[in-house]
C-alpha cells in the first residue's frame, strides 16, 4: 500500500480544510486508515481513524478534534478524507495519512500499529 496525502495548507481560525490522501494497492479496502499529526519536538498525535472493515469500520477520533472533524473514506477511489472545521490555532501541525492490515480497535491510537505512511501535508491555523 502506498499513500500520498495532499490539501493542506493556511486557513484563519473557524475556518475548514479538507485532507485527501490517495492509496495504491488491493489491500486497501480492509484496512485500518488514520489521520496523525505532528508539531516540531512533539511525538506524532492520533487524530483520527476508520477501523478495519472486519470491526466494522467505525470512526474514533481524539477528544481535541471530536465535533469538528470527520473522516471517511471511498473504497472505490481509494482515498480517505479527513474533514476539518472550526479549525483552532492548536491544529497547527504536519498531517499524516496512514493505513494498517491488522490494526485491532484497541491499537487505532497507537501510530506503530500502523504499516504504511503517507508523507505528510502541513496545514497551518493563524489567530
Known amino acids: 500500500v502506498q499513500l500520498q496525502a495532499s490539501g493542506g495548507g493556511w486557513v484563519q481560525a473557524g475556518g475548514s480544510l479538507r485532507l485527501s490522501c490517495a492509496a495504491s494497492?488491493?489491500?486497501?479496502?480492509?484496512?485500518?486508515v488514520g489521520w496523525f499529526r505532528q508539531t516540531p519536538g512533539k511525538e506524532r498525535e492520533f487524530v483520527a481513524a476508520l477501523s478495519r472493515r472486519a470491526s466494522g469500520g467505525r470512526p474514533f477520533y481524539a477528544d481535541s478534534v471530536k465535533g469538528r472533524f470527520t473522516i471517511t473514506r471511498d473504497n472505490a477511489k481509494k482515498a480517505v478524507y479527513l474533514q476539518m472545521d472550526s479549525l483552532k490555532p492548536e491544529d497547527t501541525a504536519i498531517y499524516y495519512c496512514?493505513?494498517?492490515?491488522?490494526?485491532?480497535?484497541?491499537?487505532?491510537?497507537?501510530?506503530?500499529?500502523?504499516?504504511?505512511w503517507g508523507q505528510g501535508t502541513l496545514v497551518t491555523v493563524s489567530s
Open positions: 496512514a493505513a494498517g492490515l491488522r490494526t485491532i480497535l484497541s491499537a487505532l491510537t497507537n501510530p506503530h500499529s500502523y504499516d504504511y
Open positions: 494497492g488491493r489491500t486497501f479496502d480492509t484496512a485500518a
